[in-house]
């Protein structure tokens, strides 16, 4: 648990606008990060026992053949692959066209 200094510091920078609790975007203020990131976390764990595992782990899947269906089979292997050359730092289109890798957007289909 954070000593009452570190909660300060983290409650003053939540105050700036930024994030210091994962999953407590958007909150003005150290409580109100913590609680969003609490309820995101217990909504999503509810969704997981009324489907159960199996059948959470299938929406997931179902959501990317969704897409895959959307921009076509061409389409989501171009997204794979910009998406494997991103880092932290830059995007994978960054990457791609400092390094001279061809992405043809032109086979995500609309």
Request: hydrophobic share 20%; net charge negative.
């Amino acid at each position: 648990m954070a000593s009452q200094q570190e909660r300060q510091e983290l409650d003053a920078r939540a105050r700036q606008g930024e994030t210091v609790i994962p999953g407590g975007t958007g909150g003005k203020s150290l409580e109100a990060q913590e609680h969003l990131a609490e309820g995101r976390s217990r909504g999503g764990q509810t969704r997981k026992e009324q489907l159960g595992r199996e059948g959470y782990q299938e929406l997931g899947s179902k959501g990317g053949q969704t897409r895959k269906e959307q921009i076509g089979s061409e389409g989501y292997q171009e997204m794979g692959r910009k998406g494997g050359l991103s880092t932290m730092d830059k995007s994978g289109g960054e990457r791609a066209a400092e390094e001279g890798i061809d992405i043809d957007e032109s086979k995500y289909r609309t």
